[in-house]
């Protein structure tokens, strides 16, 4: 298996409310990220956790907050989002030394009323 | 610190023609360079990288890159472009020192796109 499923594929949500984004790979890859990407720009780091520990947050707005629950899942938990929030978040993630490429997933389209 | 310049943020090619995409990359260290290719509305693939083995690199879809350090280049080509090829490319560097952890560092994207 060496792909990296990200669900929902698309997300509409209001600004008052709680969604969260999934991403789940099953390679034992220990490294794993979160990205923002707008349009017709590159992706934008978010979060890294490395072994389950966030070990880097991109100054990102609490508003945003991201868990690993094991080494094969990374949530990404929304609330009280701004319509500017609107955008593809994509999740990849790395095996072992910085010299391997990170496989991304799909991505979730959200949307922000 | 490192960074990556991709010139032209969009190339348009006849089907048949050479693909040139450039990428100049910046680093005070040994890099590992990327390329990967993002088709509308999905992630990135990756189609080949560079790290300090064979200067020039073969990758899919009949890619490939060239590694010159005198020209702090890698730049990425295909010598007969299709349709299917359309598409966002992204040149990216990382590095194995400091603190980035071998974060990537993406360049502004070149779209490419294919005239029949």
């Known amino acids: 298996d060496t792909e990296v499923t990200q669900t929902p594929k698309h997300l509409v949500m209001g600004m008052t409310n709680k969604k969260s984004l999934k991403c789940e790979q099953h390679?034992?890859?220990?490294?794993m990220y979160w990205y923002k990407q707008k349009a017709k720009k590159p992706p934008e780091l978010m979060f890294v956790?490395?072994?389950?520990?966030?070990?880097i947050n991109e100054s990102v707005p609490s508003r945003f907050s991201p868990e690993c629950p094991n080494s094969s899942l990374l949530n990404l938990h929304l609330h009280a989002l701004q319509p500017e929030d609107s955008a593809l978040y994509l999740c990849?993630?790395?095996?072992?030394?910085?010299?391997?490429?990170?496989?991304f997933g799909p991505g979730t389209r959200l949307t922000v009323l | 610190a490192q960074s990556v310049t991709q010139l032209g943020s969009h190339v348009s090619v006849s089907e048949g023609a050479l693909v040139l995409l450039r990428c100049n990359y910046s680093s005070s260290v040994p890099p590992y360079l990327f390329w990967y290719v993002q088709y509308p509305n999905q992630g990135l693939q990756l189609l080949l990288k560079y790290t300090s083995a064979a200067t020039l690199v073969k990758g899919i879809n009949g890619f490939e890159a060239e590694f010159k350090k005198s020209e702090t280049s890698f730049h990425l080509t295909k010598p007969s472009a299709h349709m299917s090829d359309a598409a966002e490319y992204f040149c990216a560097v990382t590095d194995n020192y400091g603190g980035s952890q071998g974060n990537l560092i993406f360049g502004k994207g070149t779209k490419l796109s294919v005239k029949p």
């Open positions: 990849a993630s790395r095996r072992g030394s910085s010299y391997n490429e990170q496989f």
């Open positions: 390679m034992g890859h220990r490294a």
């Open positions: 956790y490395s072994y389950e520990k966030l070990s």
